[in-house]
C-alpha cells in the first residue's frame, strides 16, 4: 500500500463549480503538506503549502489539513477551464528531509466552459 | 529568471543501454532533486544533491546514479537501461533543500 492515495479520476465539473480534491495518508510523521499542479507535458508547478493541521487560503484555492483523519483537501473556487490539469498531493516528514517527497498519483481534472 | 532546463526533452534508448540526462537549476539554486514519474506509479523520488553531495536517496537500484557539478548542474545516469525505466524524469531545484521546488519540464525516456 502506498503511503498516499489519492482519487486518479477523471474529475469532470462545469466551469465556475467549487472543486474538491482529496488525499489520504498513512504515515503519522507526515508534518508538511503539499498541492501541486501539472499541465500536460509540463512538470509540476507548486500551488499551496502547509504545515500541521489547519487551513491556508490563497486566491481562489484553499488547502485543509486534518492530522487526526490523515487527510487533506484542495477546494478551488470559481473553476476556470485554465484549472484543467492533474493535480497532484506531496507531503514530507519534515522541512529538511532534502525533498524526498512522497507525492500522490494525481487527480486529472478537466474544466469545461 | 530562466527556469529549470532539461535536456534532452525526448530520448530513446534500447534495453541494456545507458543514458545521461542533464539538469540545469535556475541560477542561484544549489539544491538539485530527481524524481522519476510513471501512470503506474506517480511520482517517485530519485535522489537529491546539495552542494555537489547527495544528501538524500530514493529506493532505487545501483543503475540509477546521479552527480552534481560546481556550478550547480546535475546529471543522473542510467545504466544497462529496462523497459520499466521508460517513463517522465523530473529534475527540481530551490535555493536551499527547504525551500520551494521549481521542477524542469523533463525528459520523456523510452526504452524499447
Known amino acids: 500500500q502506498k503511503e498516499v492515495e489519492q482519487d486518479p479520476g477523471p474529475l469532470s465539473v462545469p466551469e465556475g463549480a467549487i472543486v474538491s480534491l482529496n488525499c489520504t495518508y498513512s504515515n503519522s510523521a507526515f508534518q508538511y503538506f503539499m498541492w501541486y499542479r501539472q499541465y500536460s507535458r509540463k512538470g509540476p508547478e507548486l500551488l499551496m503549502y502547509?504545515?500541521?493541521?489547519g487551513n491556508k487560503e490563497d486566491g481562489r484555492f484553499t488547502a485543509q489539513v486534518d492530522k487526526s483523519s490523515k487527510y487533506i483537501s484542495l477546494f478551488i473556487r470559481d473553476s476556470q477551464p485554465s484549472d484543467s490539469a492533474t493535480y497532484l498531493c506531496?507531503?514530507?516528514?519534515?522541512?529538511?528531509?532534502?525533498?524526498?517527497?512522497?507525492f500522490g498519483k494525481g487527480t486529472s481534472l478537466l474544466v469545461t466552459p | 529568471k530562466a527556469g529549470v532546463t532539461q535536456t534532452p526533452r525526448y530520448l530513446i534508448k534500447t534495453r541494456g543501454q545507458q543514458v545521461t540526462l542533464s539538469c540545469s537549476p535556475i541560477s542561484g539554486h544549489r539544491s538539485v532533486s530527481w524524481y522519476q514519474q510513471t501512470p503506474g506509479q506517480g511520482l517517485q523520488f530519485l535522489f537529491e544533491y546539495f552542494s555537489e553531495t547527495q544528501r538524500n536517496k530514493g529506493n532505487f537500484p545501483g543503475r540509477f546514479s546521479g552527480r552534481q557539478f560546481s556550478n550547480s548542474r546535475s546529471e543522473m545516469n542510467v545504466s544497462t537501461l529496462e523497459l520499466g525505466d521508460s517513463a517522465l524524469y523530473l529534475c527540481a531545484s530551490s535555493g536551499t533543500p527547504n525551500e520551494k521546488l521549481f521542477f524542469g519540464s523533463g525528459t520523456q525516456l523510452s526504452v524499447l
Open positions: 502547509t504545515y500541521s493541521s
Open positions: 506531496a507531503m514530507s516528514p519534515n522541512s529538511n528531509s532534502g525533498y524526498a517527497l512522497n
